[in-house]
């Protein structure tokens, strides 16, 4: 059913109307009458609007007027909008305007507005209450899992169970059907992770499938997971084949999560599935639908899960909606409207979630009372109960969060959304009010998204267990609720062609997978749309040259992936205010972006072959220009300096200098930006950034006092800085989430080398100089977490003050003779460092005075360090207290360390084997990584003997190897043991077969191995992984192999 949400929009118009550019037109035109009408009655409506959107459910009348209302305040707000940019922007006069059309629409939107005033409609101001803000981490808490012991330990059995003898092979499938909402896919978690079923699987497989049911798709995912590599096989019986070849000789578990078709040739062509593997391997199902488990056949056993107790759906709802123990206690009342409104959930987990995170934020008992007697409860069409906790929880929310969800209803189901996008296109829609106390919209849009992320609106979508969060999805059933509640107002063609009228739509997403990305005929009917997201696999292969005239009203257009140019015309959609232009492939941007004036975010993240940028100052409102990736850019147009609203601007390219410019021109070797002068480094002066910004190419500057008119260390809001010389920072990447994204896209096309490639910097006394100059006037702000300094030619380091620093990068640094005072920074955690040429020795200097050095250090990288020959111990110090991983590399005249006595994760390669004498101490060791050691023939006594707790075991690369060392045995927690490429090694050491917790055991390229003895081997009993490559002297490896009864590969 379609909901309709007003309130945002006709504020805007409010405020609108209160433009001293348009009260210069009404005066005129002699329409002061008509503008202060319309100010006296659209507060009279907003007043009682959240009443008539709550009743549109039940009273057709309300909800048809409101519906007429939306379409005359749609084109109000557009008709104020342009009138207020040609007036501002193209200079034109009030009688350029259609008067006619003008006060058509201003009459149709009075005429609305005061015919809702017959309703009699309640006023209410609650629902514009903000929640209450209550300090949140951006990570949502997932509620524990209540009432499904006795449902898994049922399914768990069916998969331990033999499959049933049938014609098809040796798997069978289990379904989980259910209605949604009931918590099939978190049973399905449930049993996935079980510790049971992965020890009884070799392999398992998550596929979630969803309305998108492809053979090929799901064939190839299934390819890709259980091999760790990507399929490029189109062909069916292509990838038949390879599916055989990789589930054939395993035992597998294949999760296929929300399926709904009921296609019998679907899932014909998924046969194979169920015709290899090992005896035993099972294939479990999530489905709604009963015939989805009947097409299954008869290798199929169906599960019916049924609704949770009250009491399991109340200890879900207590945990989202008391913050406390002690806080449920002290509202009894609360406490038993809570339990009332357990009993109208229907058993359903998702309803009980949904509720508890909605009451979370209300205290007053008469709040929880009006949603325990609403009369959706009660409304014949929601047949299943969650349905009205879904629409109570949406019509409970205030009006601006309403208008954000429903503009969710705009992405493809299971769609992944970033955060900061969908924050800057509601921005650009005009969904986030200020709060009038100077708090940036970005700040207060976060607030929105994370109020809903509370109510389970947004699920993480990470790329793996525990790994930081990519981005977010909406959850299946909101998804559903949204597009319900957006019926004629939104629309998503997904490889289909709408045959309906479309006249009332105003956002619209096309995703062309399978087809020409062309604009459908059937859309240039709505003449007043405002969102165009365009998703496409394979990226634009066109753009037609009519798209933008035809929608001149769009305030959002997505566009990413682009393979082609786009067409001067994107001038004509004046209005537009966000434009996403990532991952395309064009070379320069259409000098019509100039004449975008409203435009507040320009996405080009990943554009890797953008040489240039167009003229920007006219972009007045430019928020956030993302050019993340946009390596071949030779630099930033002049004038990016004046916009002053600018936010977002993680690279600035230092321009060469003219005369180097014009040489290198005349050579060929040089790119001009048009008749552009590209921006200098001054031109950072007043904008305050936020987040990350990385200089590029600081070996061009000719001037310091340009460098000190940056200003750095004013802008207060930048919390990740990178600085660099020559060509070593090209691929520095400052932020986890970015650096995947980057990776992707990189495998996609070859990167054009640009003007900025030039050869690296070498030092000399003069650039050593000028290089240290520099770097002390871009002294950033004290909030600064994160710094990376790269190719910095300089002798010494400034000594900054950045007590909030977390994480520094030093790399290429080779002319520097002392390392920087760092001990010092109380909440540093990450220090890496490479390429120190001149670094003879780590020095008190390095620690700085306090008592405890680097306090809150955790993670050490040091790599590179040629000359480095002594790192003593500073008397009275306590030195890294936290320290839990040192990497060393490529540390040759290097011969002790100091004792690091927390450490779990060691990795030392390509050093002197003497420093291993260092790491006899230490007692903590989880991880041990030996590699690169010439020298080395054993290992020291008490290095094994000290590390009881040790799990993971490398030896690489140590050719003169002949002995592990008499304590192996004591490794009784080794889990993981590689020994490659250690040449002179010929016997496993005593007390091998003392290795009860190994599971994965690799040798390779030990030439001088002839015998792998019963004993040891046969004793392995948890041995689950055995690889032995390429060790030509190995007369056997059969004997004990019968013994290791866990083995899996």
């Given at each position: 059913?379609?909901?309709?949400?007003?309130?945002?929009?006709?504020?805007?118009?409010?405020?609108?109307?209160?433009?001293?550019?348009l009260?210069?037109?009404?005066?005129?035109?002699?329409?002061?009458?008509?503008?202060?009408?319309?100010?006296?009655?659209l507060?009279?409506v907003?007043a009682v609007i959240?009443?008539?959107e709550e009743?549109?459910?039940?009273?057709?009348?309300?909800?048809?007027?409101?519906?007429?209302?939306?379409?005359?305040?749609?084109?109000?707000e557009?008709?104020?909008?342009e009138?207020?940019y040609m007036?501002?922007?193209k200079?034109?006069?009030?009688?350029?305007?259609?008067?006619a059309?003008?006060?058509?629409?201003l009459?149709?939107?009075?005429k609305?507005?005061?015919?809702?005033?017959?309703?009699?409609l309640?006023?209410?101001?609650?629902?514009d209450?903000?929640?209450?803000?209550?300090?949140?981490?951006?990570f949502?808490i997932?509620?524990?899992?209540?009432?499904?012991?006795?449902?898994?330990?049922?399914?768990?059995?069916?998969?331990f169970?033999?499959?049933?003898?049938?014609?098809?092979?040796n798997?069978?499938?289990?379904s989980?059907?259910?209605?949604?909402?009931?918590?099939?896919t978190t049973?399905?978690?449930?049993?996935?992770?079980?510790?049971?079923v992965?020890?009884?699987?070799?392999?398992?497989?998550?596929?979630f499938?969803?309305?998108?049911?492809?053979?090929?798709?799901?064939?190839?995912?299934?390819i890709?997971?259980s091999?760790?590599?990507?399929?490029?096989l189109?062909?069916?019986?292509?990838l038949?084949?390879?599916?055989?070849k990789?589930l054939?000789?395993?035992?597998?578990?294949?999760?296929?999560d929300?399926?709904?078709?009921?296609d019998?040739?679907?899932?014909?062509?998924?046969?194979?599935?169920?015709c290899?593997?090992v005896?035993?391997?099972?294939?479990?199902?999530?489905?709604c639908?009963?015939?989805?488990?009947l097409?299954?056949?008869?290798s199929?056993t169906?599960?019916?899960?049924?609704?949770l107790?009250e009491?399991?759906?109340?200890?879900?709802?207590?945990?989202?909606?008391?913050?406390?123990?002690?806080?449920?206690?002290?509202?009894?009342n609360?406490?038993?409207i809570?339990?009332?409104?357990?009993?109208?959930c229907g058993?359903?987990?998702?309803?009980a979630k949904?509720?508890?995170?909605?009451?979370?934020?209300?205290?007053?008992?008469?709040?929880?009372?009006?949603?325990?007697?609403?009369?959706?409860?009660?409304?014949d069409?929601?047949?299943?109960k969650f349905?009205?906790?879904?629409?109570?929880?949406y019509?409970?929310?205030?009006?601006?969060l309403?208008?954000?969800f429903a503009?969710?209803s705009?992405f493809?189901?299971?769609?992944?959304?970033?955060r900061?996008?969908?924050?800057h296109m509601?921005?650009?829609?005009g969904?986030?009010?200020?709060?009038?106390?100077?708090?940036?919209?970005?700040?207060?849009?976060?607030?929105y998204f994370?109020?809903?992320?509370?109510m389970?609106?947004?699920e993480?979508?990470?790329e793996?267990?525990?790994?930081?969060v990519?981005?977010?999805?909406?959850n299946?059933?909101?998804?559903?609720?949204?597009?319900?509640?957006?019926?004629?107002?939104s629309?998503v063609?997904e490889?289909?062609?709408?045959?309906?009228?479309?006249?009332?739509?105003?956002?619209?997403?096309?995703?062309?997978?399978?087809?020409p990305?062309?604009?459908?005929e059937?859309?240039?009917?709505a003449?007043?749309?405002?969102?165009?997201?365009?998703?496409?696999?394979?990226?634009?292969l066109e753009v037609p040259?009519?798209?933008f005239?035809s929608?001149i009203?769009?305030?959002?257009l997505d566009l990413?992936?682009?393979?082609?140019?786009?067409p001067q015309?994107?001038?004509?959609?004046?209005?537009?205010?966000?434009?996403d232009l990532s991952?395309?492939?064009?070379?320069?941007?259409?000098?019509?972006?100039?004449?975008?004036?409203?435009?507040?975010?320009?996405?080009?993240?990943?554009?890797?072959?953008l040489?240039?940028?167009?003229?920007?100052?006219?972009?007045?409102g430019?928020r956030?220009?993302?050019?993340?990736?946009?390596?071949?850019l030779?630099?930033?147009?002049t004038?990016?300096?004046?916009?002053?609203?600018?936010?977002?601007?993680?690279i600035?390219v230092?321009?060469?200098?003219?005369?180097?410019?014009?040489?290198?021109?005349?050579?060929?070797?040089?790119?001009?930006?048009g008749t552009?002068?590209p921006a200098?480094i001054?031109?950072?002066?007043?904008?305050?950034?936020?987040?990350?910004?990385?200089i590029?190419?600081?070996?061009?500057?000719?001037?310091?006092?340009e460098?000190k008119?940056?200003?750095?260390?004013?802008?207060?809001?930048?919390?990740?800085?990178?600085?660099?010389?020559?060509?070593k920072?090209?691929?520095?990447?400052?932020?986890?989430?970015?650096?995947?994204?980057?990776?992707?896209?990189?495998k996609r096309?070859?990167?054009?080398?640009?003007?900025?490639e030039?050869?690296?910097?070498?030092?000399?006394?003069?650039?050593?100089?000028?290089a240290?100059?520099?770097?002390?006037?871009?002294?950033?702000?004290?909030?600064?977490?994160?710094?990376?300094?790269?190719?910095?030619?300089?002798?010494?380091?400034?000594?900054?003050?950045?007590?909030?620093?977390?994480?520094m990068v030093?790399?290429s640094?080779?002319?520097?003779?002392?390392?920087?005072?760092l001990?010092?920074?109380?909440?540093?955690?990450?220090?890496?460092?490479?390429?120190?040429?001149n670094?003879?020795?780590?020095?008190?200097?390095?620690?700085?005075?306090?008592?405890?050095?680097?306090?809150?250090?955790?993670?050490?990288f040091?790599?590179?360090?040629?000359?480095?020959q002594?790192?003593?111990i500073?008397?009275g110090?306590?030195i890294?207290?936290?320290?839990?991983?040192l990497?060393?590399?490529?540390?040759?005249?290097?011969?002790?360390?100091?004792?690091?006595?927390?450490?779990k994760?060691l990795?030392?390669?390509?050093?002197?084997?003497?420093?291993?004498?260092?790491?006899?101490?230490?007692?903590?060791?989880?991880?041990?990584?030996?590699?690169?050691?010439d020298?080395l023939?054993?290992?020291p006594?008490?290095?094994?003997?000290?590390?009881?707790?040790?799990?993971?075991?490398?030896?690489?690369?140590?050719?003169?190897?002949?002995?592990l060392?008499?304590?192996?045995?004591?490794?009784?927690?080794?889990?993981?043991?590689s020994?490659?490429?250690?040449?002179?090694l010929s016997?496993?050491?005593?007390?091998?077969?003392?290795?009860?917790?190994l599971?994965?055991f690799?040798?390779?390229?030990?030439?001088?191995?002839?015998?792998?003895?019963?004993?040891?081997?046969?004793?392995?009993r948890?041995?689950q992984?055995?690889?032995?490559e390429?060790?030509s002297?190995?007369s056997s490896?059969?004997?004990?192999?019968?013994?290791?009864t866990a083995?899996?590969?």
């Open positions: 059913m379609e909901q309709i949400v007003l309130a945002p929009l006709l504020q805007v118009i409010f405020d609108k109307l209160a433009n001293p550019v009260q210069k037109f009404a005066d005129y035109w002699e329409l002061e009458d008509r503008f202060k009408k319309l100010q006296r009655i507060p009279l907003q959240q009443d008539a009743q549109q459910a039940t009273d057709k009348s309300i909800r048809i007027w409101l519906s007429q209302l939306k379409d005359a305040a749609y084109k109000a557009d008709l104020l909008e009138y207020t007036q501002n922007y200079n034109s006069k009030p009688y350029d305007v259609n008067f059309n003008f006060t058509n629409i009459d149709d939107l009075q609305a507005a005061v015919e809702g005033l017959s309703f009699h309640a006023e209410r101001n609650t629902g209450k903000q929640f209450e803000k209550r300090e949140t981490s951006s949502v997932g509620s524990e899992v209540y009432g499904r012991d006795e449902d898994k330990r049922k399914i768990i059995d069916e998969l169970s033999p499959s049933r003898t049938v014609s098809e092979g798997t069978s499938a289990i989980i059907v259910g209605t949604p909402g009931i918590g099939k049973l399905a978690q449930f049993i996935y992770n079980d510790d049971e992965k020890e009884h699987f070799n392999l398992r497989i998550w596929i499938v969803s309305r998108d049911f492809k053979a090929k798709r799901i064939i190839k995912a299934a890709e997971s091999s760790g590599n990507k399929c490029d189109v062909d069916l019986e292509g038949q084949c390879e599916l055989w990789s054939n000789d395993k035992k597998y578990l294949l999760m296929l929300d399926v709904w078709t009921e019998q040739d679907e899932w014909d062509q998924l046969r194979p599935l169920f290899c593997g005896d035993g391997s099972k294939v479990l199902v999530t489905t639908s009963q015939k989805v488990a097409v299954l056949g008869n199929n169906s599960y019916c899960l049924k609704g107790s009491d399991d759906c109340f200890n879900i709802f207590r945990k989202r909606a008391f913050f406390t123990q002690t806080e449920e206690e002290n509202n009894p609360l406490r038993g809570g339990k009332e409104l357990m009993r109208k058993g359903t987990p998702l309803a949904i509720l508890g995170g909605l009451m979370r934020f209300k205290r007053e008992e008469s709040d929880w009372l009006y949603m325990l007697k609403s009369d959706l409860w009660n409304l069409v929601y047949r299943s349905i009205p906790a879904l629409l109570l929880s019509l409970h929310l205030p009006s601006h309403k208008h954000c503009f969710c705009i493809p189901k299971n769609f992944e959304i970033k900061e996008k969908l924050i509601w921005m650009a829609q969904l986030i009010l200020s709060d009038g106390g100077g708090k940036p919209l970005e700040d207060i849009g976060d607030e994370n109020e809903l992320l509370w389970s609106v947004f993480d979508v990470k793996t267990e525990g790994a930081f990519r981005g977010y999805k909406i299946d059933a909101f998804h559903s609720l949204a597009r319900s509640i957006t019926q004629k107002d629309l063609l490889n289909q062609l709408a045959q309906t009228n479309n006249g009332q739509v105003h956002h619209a997403s096309i995703v062309c997978n399978n087809r990305s062309l604009i459908p059937a859309l240039s009917q003449k007043h749309l405002r969102t165009l997201l365009v998703f496409s696999e394979d990226g634009l040259s009519d798209i005239s929608f009203y769009l305030r959002v990413s992936g682009c393979q082609t140019k786009l015309s994107i001038r004509d959609i004046s209005l537009l205010k966000y434009l991952n395309s492939h064009f070379d320069k941007l259409p000098s019509g972006i100039s004449s975008l004036c409203y435009l507040q975010a320009l996405n080009l993240f990943g554009c890797y072959n040489k240039c940028l167009p003229s920007m100052k006219r972009i007045t430019l956030h220009l993302n050019i993340s990736g946009c390596e071949a030779a630099g930033l147009p004038g990016i300096g004046e916009l002053v609203h600018l936010q977002t601007l993680p600035f230092v321009p060469i200098a003219s005369s180097t410019q014009r040489k290198q021109i005349r050579m060929g070797t040089g790119f001009r930006m552009l002068r200098r001054s031109e950072l002066k007043h904008l305050n950034l936020r987040g990350e910004l990385k590029k190419h600081l070996e061009r500057i000719d001037d310091v006092e460098v008119l940056a200003n750095l260390r004013n802008k207060e809001y930048l919390e990740s800085l990178g600085l660099c010389w020559g060509n920072g090209a691929d520095l990447t400052m932020n986890p989430s970015l650096e995947a994204n980057v990776a992707r896209f990189q096309e070859h990167h054009v080398p640009g003007p900025s030039e050869p690296e910097t070498h030092a000399t006394t003069s650039n050593q100089d000028s240290g100059e520099v770097l002390a006037c871009l002294q950033p702000p004290k909030n600064l977490k994160k710094i990376f300094i790269v190719g910095y030619p300089g002798i010494g380091f400034p000594n900054w003050t950045l007590p909030n620093l977390t994480e030093l790399i640094c080779r002319g520097c003779v002392q390392l920087p005072i001990g010092h920074l109380p909440l540093l955690r990450s220090l890496r460092m490479e390429g120190m040429d670094i003879t020795h780590i020095g008190p200097e390095f620690y700085g005075e306090h008592v405890v050095s680097f306090p809150s250090l955790q993670e050490l040091m790599r590179d360090f040629p000359s480095l002594e790192w003593p500073p008397n110090k306590e890294f207290p936290k320290l839990n991983k990497v060393l590399r490529k540390c040759p005249n290097l011969v002790s360390l100091p004792l690091f006595l927390s450490l994760h990795e030392i390669q390509s050093c002197r084997s003497i420093i291993l004498n260092s790491t006899e101490e230490l007692t903590f060791l989880s991880t041990l990584i030996i590699e690169g050691f020298d023939s054993s290992l006594a008490n290095l094994l003997r000290n590390n009881p707790l040790l799990t993971c075991l490398t030896i690489k690369s140590c050719p003169g190897l002949q002995s060392g008499p304590d192996f045995g004591c490794l009784t927690s080794l889990k993981s043991l020994i490659q490429w250690c040449e002179e016997l496993l050491p005593e007390g091998f077969e003392n290795l009860n917790a599971e994965c690799v040798i390779s390229d030990c030439h001088s191995m002839e015998i792998l003895p019963e004993n040891p081997i046969g004793g392995l948890s041995l992984i055995l690889s032995i390429n060790c002297s190995l490896i059969s004997v004990g192999l019968q013994y290791l083995l899996k590969h």
